[in-house]
């Protein structure tokens, strides 16, 4: 028995070593003897048959043996000792550059001594780490398509038959189809399959293919029909929702085998394309709608791509062109066509524009030219195009007959002449008759002056004075016609000189305040401080202004007063060097009804048609002193309360003069 005993122990193909536990002056284990080892153990040392480890402390062999590991094993092996009992444990070292798992088995002999197998389980645990990869992987790829299915944007679903069916030539296909029909049931939906068909899972999972199709039995006795002989298909069709309501899906279905080659159900993914198939369906209203817009609109359209000359026409450009749109060719040069339709000037000047819009010189062009068709017909087109892309390799335009329009334009413009030459005539004709009107005018104000210097009796005095004041009130008609044929004929101008405001707004009112002597009216002037002394502009047509406004104001007002205030406008804001004058005329007089606001500005109405035979004038006044205002970048308006009185404010602006420049002139040259 020693014998066998000693013949396993030393040729087994594990190896075995016979240990003595030793002990420090404590009692500790600390330290392995080696009593007898086996071939194998030397093998799994890296030491060979000829270097004798008997006798040798494993502390001892650090060259065979990696650092730390008989000396962390100690307390395991002397555990085996006083315990009695066999322990067992996995370690991993490298010998010679190669890593070996062995699993020890510790059996004790006496209290000291025991017997220790390695057994090697490397390649045991190389297979069992490849099965552990291949299990994670396969779970890694089971959450990933779970995931996928899960949070898929697609409708996911499956659909199984109750019992597996064989689709061949050996069978009834039309029984099999009516089978599947009934026992194809949805096990399994994603969420977007529930939004898909605006329902839970709970109500879609169980229905049968004959409740999906109910109402198209024979569409989806193709679709599966297709979908069992080629394993996959691809289709297009319209459903209902669980709520009735339809839609346009996209569908894709593969076939589901078992290991016999049997069939067991499907997987499907579909995509709702309603809102696409909608927009098609727009989008081809929408080209009708384009086309009709253009034949009714006389516009063509065209694509132009510089690089390569071509362009591509829509049917209403054949129709300007007067070629039939059925008989295009592509071969023919379209752009040709266009150049040749129109004058050498303006062929030039398309290929010019075209060129520049190209080379990304402009943004857009737009040409009217005359243009004569592939019939002869003479017509008139607008011609504008623009780049349809950051590079302008590809320019959009359009192509508008004008030819009423144009037509239109030069009747227009005929008339336009005419009634200039008519205006021309008028003004020359009332500034002629001025003229003549002035010359007699004068002689008999001149002769009235010279008849004050004689001997006169009171009865003549008074007939001398009405004929003077008869004659001053023809002369203010002439003027305001005069000055309203130089507005009708845009020949109004303004001077630009320097005056003093405050001696111009003294002067006016002295002059109104003596004409108000002889009625129960008080005229009164009122300058805020913020108001600047010397300004530059036209103190003639200022002057006419206020002459036009206290004359009314004036000659409706017979008790009361008259007040003119003179303030700087702080609500417009005026550029530099320039200031806003807002002067007001309020008066205490007869007032305007609200019904005639509107027409105070109007040539040749008054508010009130009566006022004309008891207050005489033209009507002139108000619309010459509006238009002066405009001129000097100003406005006027009215308010009034009828019985009360009216108040007329008007703003123009001024240019203020500089300290150096107030220095520099002399107050001689300043107008007061």
Known sequence: MKHIYQSLFRDSSNGYARYKVTRNETGEADDLLILEVNNAYQNMMGSDKDENLVGSRVSELDHLIPDKWPVESIKFYDKAVKDKDN??????????????????????VTEDEIICRYHDITLVKDDFLKLSRLEQDLNDQMAISSMFFTHSIASLFYMMIDEPVQWNDQVDKEAVLDYVFDHHRITRVNPAMEVQYQTSAENLIGSTTQDMFEKDIETSKNIWTELFSHGRAQIYSEKQRLDGSSMAIKGDYITLYDDEGMITGLYGIQVDITAQKEAEDALIKNSEIYRFSQELGEVGGFEYY????????????????????AAKDDTINLMDITLNCLGPFYRDKLEQELEALSSITRKRFDLEAPFTSATGTPRWVRITARPADQYAERLVGSMMEITRQKEIEMKLQKALEVAQLDIQSRTMFLASMSHEIRNPLNGIMGMAQLMETTQLSEEQQELIDLSKTSSVALLRIIDDILDYSKIEAGALTLEEVPFNLFKTLQEIHSIFDKMAASKEVEIILDIDDDVPERVEGDPHRFSQIMNNLLGNALKYTKKGEIRIR?????????????????VSVQDTGVGIPQSSMDLLFQVFTQADPSNTRLYGGTGLGLPIAKNIVEHMDGTIWAKSTLGEGSTFTFTVQLKLLMV?????????????
């Open 306 to 325: 510089p690089k390569t000359g071509k362009i591509r026409w829509t049917e209403e450009m054949y129709r300007i062109h007067d070629i039939n749109p």
């Open 660 to 672: 150096d420049t107030v220095s520099a002139i002399s107050s001689a040259s300043i107008l007061f």
């Open 566 to 582: 003179a303030t700087v406008d702080q609500e417009q804001q005026s550029p530099e060097g320039i200031v806003t004058l807002k």
């Open 87 to 108: 322990k067992t444990q996995t370690i991993e070292f490298t010998v010679e550059s190669t890593e070996k798992v062995y699993q020890i088995i510790v059996v004790p």
